[in-house]
Every structure is written in C-alpha cells, then in structure tokens.
C-alpha cells in the first residue's frame, strides 16, 4: 500500500513569496490533515478536511495560509505572502476515517520550508 | 485552552533499562491518547493509542493513562539505541470531528 505522498520536499523561498505544497493521501482515506511543524515543537493542526469539507481550520491563518482539496483526494496548501516565521516542516496525514476511534493518522514525509 | 504538556528532556538511559515518557493534559474532555515516534528529520508514526484507565501493553511499551490525574506515559522495556528519537504525546477531545493536540516532545537517547 502506498504512503502518503507529498511534494516538494524542500523549498527555499524569500519571505513575501508564495509557496504551494501538494499531498496526495493513502488511497480511501477519508480525512486529510495538514501540520505545521517548528524545530522543537510538536505538530500543530492547521486544517483538517473530512472528504472535501473543511471540518476544523481554527488554527490556519487565513490572511495568509490557504487549502483546498477540490476532489475529495488530494489537497493544496498555500502560503501567500510567507513571512520569516513560517519556516517549518508541513505535514499532511490521512486517516481512514475520524481520529479518535482507534483510526490511526499516517503521516507524509513533509516538505521542509525555509523563508529567507 | 487545550494543552499537552511533555518534558523536553533529553532523557538519558543506559541500554536494557526502562525508559519512562510522562505527559499532562489539561482538558477534562480528552479521550483518547496517542504516542507517536519521530526520529530525527523523519515524519511521527503511531506507537500506541489508549482510551481507558490502566495499562495497555503492546510489546516492549506499556501505555499507562490515569484520568483523574489527567497523566498519561509510555514505558520502554528493553530500551535499545534504536529507540533514541522524539517521543510525542497527542491527546483527542471526542467530538464529530475531534482533532489531534500534540505535546513538544520529549527527547530520548539510549546509550548502548
């Protein structure tokens, strides 16, 4: 069974640019999570689609961050304009269902992001 | 406000001893716990999950979870130098779509 893929895996841009990161979950997962990761940190929530549907987003900050996963499939993130203190590892994770039953949460490999 | 806290560390064991890996909550709400694994530079993967009171043992870990103390561990028999990573503690406030708050971390180096 195939993973959870995501891509880039590094990107180094200046601070006011904007990025996109891409992630394609394990094949029937329901529910998709994206992560922002500092070094030393554990992961924070950013947002949390159950199929197409947005279910918790409480956490992105939405002047500047942005997802979309139009298919129900794969998703997008995108950070636009991104400041000095995103730098971070973005993960994304899928699950089968809800976390919360026993429903594990398979994470991606990350896309590690450097703003200059 | 929810939050999960974890000591940093490192926590440093000889090979062959017990590791133990301690983690506070503070919403009553919480039911379900999680540790993961995360070796540097790599993503966390799944240990263990507990819901009930007491222990659950899977292996060389035993999740131990006290509600009414809001505490939950993990404990490596055994520990090899293979386990040195980042051992991070999630907690789930059971909703329709109860989500993941994961603590800092705790770093741990088992030396052979």
């Known amino acids: 069974e195939a993973g959870v893929a995501q891509s880039p895996r590094y990107k180094i841009i200046e601070k006011r640019q904007s990025v996109a990161f891409w992630c394609n979950p394990i094949s029937g997962h329901a529910t998709l999570y994206w992560y922002q990761q500092i070094l030393g940190q554990g992961p924070k929530l950013l947002i949390q689609?159950?199929?197409?549907?947005?279910?918790?987003d409480s956490q992105l900050p939405k002047d500047r961050f942005s997802a979309e996963r139009l298919k129900g499939v794969d998703s997008t993130l995108k950070i636009q304009p991104a400041k000095l203190e995103d730098s971070a590892v973005y993960l994304c994770?899928?699950?089968?269902?809800?976390?919360?039953?026993?429903?594990?949460?398979?994470f991606g490999p990350g896309t590690r992001l450097t703003v200059l | 406000q929810k939050e999960v806290e974890q000591n940093s560390g490192p926590l440093s064991v000889p090979e062959g001893a017990i590791a133990s890996l301690n983690c506070t909550y503070s919403d009553r709400g919480s039911q379900s716990f999680f540790w993961y694994r995360q070796y540097s530079g790599k993503s966390p993967e799944l240990i263990m999950f507990i819901y009930s009171n007491g222990d659950k043992e899977d292996g060389r870990f035993t999740a131990q979870l006290n509600k009414a103390s809001q505490y939950v561990s993990l404990l490596i028999r055994d520990s090899q130098p293979s386990d040195s990573a980042t051992y991070l503690c999630?907690?789930?406030?059971?909703?329709?779509?109860?989500?993941?708050?994961f603590g800092k971390g705790t770093m741990l180096l088992v030396s052979p």
């Open positions: 999630a907690v789930n406030v059971r909703g329709r779509y109860s989500t993941l708050t």
């Open positions: 994770a899928s699950s089968l269902v809800e976390q919360g039953a026993g429903d594990e949460q398979f």
């Open positions: 689609f159950q199929n197409n549907g947005v279910v918790d």
